[in-house]
């Protein structure tokens, strides 16, 4: 019996001692201590080839963070489609399978519509550093931020580079030529050319080639020109129009908000900087391919085409009007974006 009551005397005591040091704080600064010197790593799978641009970004990343965290933060990138595809990474990141990827927006528009809204957006006038600009406001981003807690996962930053060219085999000179063509199109851009009347065909990207050189389809829209170049298609339809038709492509950096949130606040800091340099430096080497890739593909045949006025104001009408019409009542949140983006417009002084 003695015994016992030394055994709960001396448990007593060592709880009284704990709830000491925790009132006083100094429990609460070792525990904060202890914590702030934990290791931390980030599973990451990429979406994108081994040649693209994210793809290098994100890799220095990966470097830069460990090296301004002295080793606390560690982010392993897995090539495209090691654990989970493209088209599953933002549900995967949510639920926690993996810590963090890069996805494009359009993806998961079934479960955010608002995503799919900002994706591209077809008739935004705006270029990369506009748009770049644009949400990196805190308006915006926090607009992000809220959005995709709902699902569990923290908008980490955007990735942007220049929006859709028309890539087509025959030279697109005028609103005829466009109208005659099985354009192969997806999301809000195959809606707008619908509204103008122009036959759209969905082919899945690996198979955009094959159905180029067959003649399955006459032009396609999926990227920019660098992206153009990456995947050849220039070699079996030589046009490229210059002008952009939708606004800068919006892809991201996603996490997991549970594994966000365990950081310590100091490695927030850093790793918040680095996915924003991380975003930066996506746009600096989209721009810096953009002149090799042109100069390449020209030397082997490609030529680039400046859309006509005419076209270029059909395209917007139909484009702008499709904002309102139906962009803005898939969901409230893509409303209140369309909202955001023309507000954006009218103080960048654009005129709709």
């Known amino acids: 019996m003695l015994k016992f009551k030394r055994k709960f005397s001396m448990g007593t005591m060592v709880f009284t001692v704990f709830a000491a040091l925790v009132i006083t704080g100094f429990g609460q600064d070792y525990f904060n201590e202890a914590r702030a010197g934990s290791s931390y790593k980030f599973m990451m799978q990429n979406m994108f080839s081994m040649n693209h641009p994210v793809t290098q970004a994100v890799n220095e990343m990966a470097r830069t963070v460990k090296k301004e965290s002295n080793g606390r933060i560690s982010i392993q990138v897995l090539p495209a489609g090691a654990l989970v595809k493209g088209p599953n990474i933002f549900e995967s990141v949510g639920n926690g399978s993996i810590d963090m990827g890069t996805t494009c927006s359009c993806y998961h528009g079934g479960i955010l519509p608002v995503a799919a809204t900002s994706f591209a957006l077809p008739g935004d006038p705006r270029g990369v550093d506009e748009i770049m600009d644009f949400i990196y406001k805190d308006e915006i981003l926090n607009f992000f931020r809220d959005a995709y807690a709902s699902s569990d996962v923290r908008y980490g930053a955007p990735l942007i580079w220049d929006g859709y060219t028309i890539v087509s085999k025959e030279p697109i000179e005028t609103w005829d030529d466009l109208r005659k063509l099985k354009v192969r199109a997806s999301g809000s851009i195959a809606k707008t050319l619908r509204k103008m009347e ?155």
């Open 198 to 352: 122009v036959p759209t065909v969905f082919i899945p990207f690996s198979e955009i080639y094959v159905a180029l050189s067959r003649g399955t389809i006459d032009a396609e829209i999926s990227g920019s020109h660098t992206e153009s170049f990456l995947a050849k298609t220039f070699e079996v339809a030589p046009y490229q129009t210059v002008q952009a038709i939708s606004g800068a492509q919006n892809c991201e950096i996603i996490l997991n908000h549970d594994k966000w949130n365990s950081l310590p606040a100091d490695l927030k800091t850093i790793f918040e900087k680095s996915l924003k340099d991380c975003s930066s430096r996506v746009s600096a080497i989209f721009k810096e391919k953009d002149e090799i890739s042109k100069t390449k593909m020209e030397a082997k045949g490609a030529e680039y085409i400046k859309l006509s006025e005419d076209v270029m104001n059909r395209w917007m009408k139909a484009a702008v009007s499709l904002w309102d019409s139906e962009l803005a009542k898939e969901s409230k949140l893509s409303a209140e974006y369309i909202e955001l983006v023309k507000k954006d417009l009218k103080e960048r002084g654009y005129q709709l």
